[in-house]
């Protein structure tokens, strides 16, 4: 066990002795664990992100147009089974040629990346460039 004790400031402005408060090493591991696991959440979100960006980008020739070049931003919400909905355009291209293949190259790509389970079914909220150059894949 650590013995934790000291001083601390008063509301009134005065000094206020701790007692001792004993803190078992078990305390120090569970906070080591959950960090860990906190961690590895954060790896596995990024990672399942850009698992979602590269399957929607892989997505964006598959309409027939390849002479479109440009940037659609959307938003969209990943739901818990990995399906997205919700799917809107928030600033243009200027090409509605191009923001319709993006939004379709979206919606194509709903529910193909498998949503790991240590994200919880809780939905997602996205906010997704989809870049298009000539013949770019």
Do not use: C, W
Not at 72 to 97: C, E, K, M, W, Y
Request: proline residues 4%; glycine residues 8%; aromatic residues 8%.
């Amino acid at each position: 066990s650590l013995v934790i004790s000291g001083v601390r400031p008063s509301s009134a402005g005065r000094e206020a002795i701790v007692p001792p408060v004993a803190i078992s090493s078990s305390f120090f591991l569970m906070r080591f664990l959950l960090h860990q696991l906190a961690q590895q959440r954060r790896r596995i979100y990024a990672q399942y992100l850009e698992d979602v960006d590269k399957e929607i980008h892989s997505r964006r020739l598959d309409f027939g147009r390849t002479d479109l070049i440009g940037i659609a931003v959307f938003t969209f919400q990943i739901n818990g089974d990995g399906t997205f909905s919700r799917i809107s355009l928030r600033a243009s291209s200027g090409s509605p040629q191009l923001d319709d293949v993006a939004r379709k190259a979206i919606a194509a790509s709903s529910g193909r990346v498998k949503r790991p389970k240590v994200l919880g079914k809780l939905p997602i909220f996205i906010v997704q460039e989809v870049r298009f150059q000539y013949g770019l894949r």
